[in-house]
């Protein structure tokens, strides 16, 4: 399959079907800048079709009427099929957008499946309120009813798992679907799409339109107004430009943004816990994640000696072809990303920082024709520079030293973002200090990436607007309708 090019079409109303004017894009791969697939290039005449095909399914069809019990089994049907198709998902994504293909393996394929999984069983398990006064005869109680076509607008650092846990709560709690797949990794939506049509969902229920934002089938999404509510995960600034589109027609609206994270490394730390913890949080997936602790702030008294065995750590990864299953960090997703993050690399020489490893591509062999950076590190940042400020979105951890607690927390709060934030410590009250002081979504302790569906994730400040997750996203997905008896007295 290595050099086998896909063709990529919208899957709009059950099929799978070009773009009305016939154009195309290709999608390419970062391991080695060639085509990977030509894709269908939606234009906002693709969007429209792709919507009326949710409309008619919401307003007509049987999905929003299922019981959720019907609905789970169709969605645990796709969730078995994406599963049964891991190895292809996971050698696809890998090309499309450079994610190591052990990560795709262990995790972005099997997690896509449970997401779906999870959601589909929480709507099963959906009450509602009651407000009894039987003084009065009158009983008030909820009914949570979907909200109708969703547009699910993803981005390219995890593909398949975000487009997941967009579409998996959309779908279990009875909306129809119009998802937009970042241009960049527009493969695995339409495997997963056929996972769907294979596990019998019915017409119109899910549609993916591929294809660009600005003035294109995404921006499209975010006006038509047939589209009840948008879900976006990518840039703050496109969150901005989405949210004011989406004004005109009062569409609700949730966004995971940007963010800068601190992660907190206490004295009194397990220093082989924070070193593993903190290497993976900025080096993971590349550092193509909105979650990474990309600000490390390392308290003085182990300044010296955590940065030298933090840059040893960060040398020991092995940088390589992502198809290979012992790489740990993959090229960046395009050349003009490429670009970006060496651009901070220079900014930060510029601003001071004391480039410790790496600052350069990774050219040997093969690499040359992907886009590989090492890990890089830059030691003795202050906190104000914009390499610490902005988000970069690459292998690239800024050090910060500090002194007191209170200096941690004020340095973990001066940035516009408030994603998430990491502490390493073994003192319980500092943890619990942090995680209160600290303006961010989520807070972890001694840990990184942990999850569970069930609680809130999203941002604070300029990270986002609202949560999902569990309960959260019910509260997004469903409308809630008071219904008020009164009895005879
Ligand atoms: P990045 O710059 O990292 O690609 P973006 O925030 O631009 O991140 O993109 C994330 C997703 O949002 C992609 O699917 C992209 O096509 C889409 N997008 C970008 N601009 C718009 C827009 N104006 N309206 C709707 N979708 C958009």
New binding site residues.
Partial sequence: MTDEILQVRHFIGGEFVDSLDGATFDSISPIDNAVVAHVAEGSAADADRAVEAARRAFDDGPWPRMSPAARRKIIHRAADLIESRLEELASWETRDMGKPISECRTKDVPRTAHNFRFFADFAEMQHTEAFPKPWDNVLTYTLREPVGVSAC????NFPMMLESWKVAPALAFGNTVVL?????SPISASIIAECFLDAGLPEGVFNVVHG???DAA??R??THPGVDLVT????S??GR??MA?AAQTLKRVSFELGGKSASIVMADADIDLAIKGTIDGIFRNQGEVCLAGSRLLVQREIYEEFLERYVAAAEALVVGDPRDAATQIGPLVSTEHLEKVLSYIELGQAEGGKLMTGGHRVTEGALALGNYVAPTVFADVDNSWRIAQEEI?GPVQVVVPFDTLEEAIAIANDNRYGLAGMVWTSNLNTAHRVAREVRTGTMWVNCFFVRDLRAPFGGMKDSGIGREGGAYSEEFFTESKAVVIQFPS
């Fill in positions: 607008i993803s981005p390219w937009k797949p970042a241009e960049q660009f934002g600005p995404g921006e999404l975010t976006f995960t990518g840039e600034a496109t430009v989405i589109n979105f």
